[in-house]
């Protein structure tokens, strides 16, 4: 059998510019490159570049298959998603060599990686299509939903990089009810479904009243500017809207 590597990157914030996308072009020429996308395959060879740099400059999610068994997610989020804490909530979770963190021009950067050791991974030998089933957990994240980040630290466990004795993260609601993007997310990660089993019976049920809780948290960690651009965004469709209902209703014959 054969080599297979495939490389996958996603900007989701903003559109990669001209001049971006031409930076890219002459890492690779076969690349497919568009304002939001970079994918590449090889069966032969390697991408010539540094994924954890393309994805500090360029992208916010970054998919890697082998069929040798590695497996990788790299997701970059807006530092602020974490409110003023961002250190101290991503470290208790990401420990060891496979679950890593760093902070980067106003970004945190969340690397998750995956080997076996068996050998040749038989399955997935077409990476097409993952990353867009998995990409959904970076906006659940942002909206302070950290049961990705407890999955990075069951991956650290699988890889027995956490002692026995070690201080254990607190456990997120909704371990049992893993949204499909969270569930693929596992999948390609390897993460052993017993060990997920176990984790799942000391984790409360997610409910609405939980989504709200963890809601109001997170906006109470927001920068006030930050605040002030959520409530524009929600205000002023409103505004606009009721200025226009009030001027057709002084329209003459009304």
Same mark, same amino acid.
């Given at each position: ?88 909530? #991503? ?72 002692? !026995?004795? !070690?201080?254990?993260?607190? #456990? ?56 002030? #651009?959520?409530?524009?965004? #929600? ?20």
């Amino acid at each position: 059998m054969g080599e297979y590597q495939y490389y996958e990157f996603v900007a989701i914030d903003r559109p990669l510019t001209h001049d971006e996308q031409a930076e890219l072009r002459a890492i690779s020429t076969r690349a497919l490159i568009t304002p939001t996308r970079f994918v590449n395959h090889y069966e032969w060879g390697d991408l010539k570049a540094d994924p954890r740099r393309l994805v500090e400059r360029y992208f916010d999610a970054f998919l890697y298959l082998a069929n040798w068994g590695t497996r990788r997610l790299t997701f970059r989020l807006p530092a602020e998603a974490f409110g003023r804490s961002t250190t101290a909530v #991503v470290e208790q979770y990401l420990v060891g060599d496979y679950s890593t963190a760093w902070t980067t021009g106003g970004h945190v950067i969340i690397d998750l990686v995956a080997e076996d050791d068996a050998g040749y991974d038989e399955e997935w030998l077409d990476g097409s299509g993952l990353l867009a089933s998995i990409v959904p957990v970076r906006a659940e994240l942002m909206t302070g939903d950290l049961r990705l980040l407890y999955l990075a630290w069951l991956l650290a466990v699988q890889n027995r990089e956490v002692d !026995e004795d !070690e201080f254990e993260p607190p #456990v997120p609601r909704g371990l049992g009810q893993l949204s499909a993007a969270l569930s693929a997310v596992a999948e390609f990660l390897r993460i052993n479904a017993d060990l997920l089993a176990v984790a799942a019976e000391r984790s409360a049920p997610a409910g609405v009243d939980d989504t709200l809780t963890e809601l109001s948290n997170w906006l109470a960690q927001l920068p006030a500017e930050s605040k002030d #651009v959520l409530l524009l965004r #929600v205000a002023w469709p409103r505004r606009r809207a009721a200025a226009d209902a009030a001027r057709r209703a002084c329209r003459p014959g009304r």
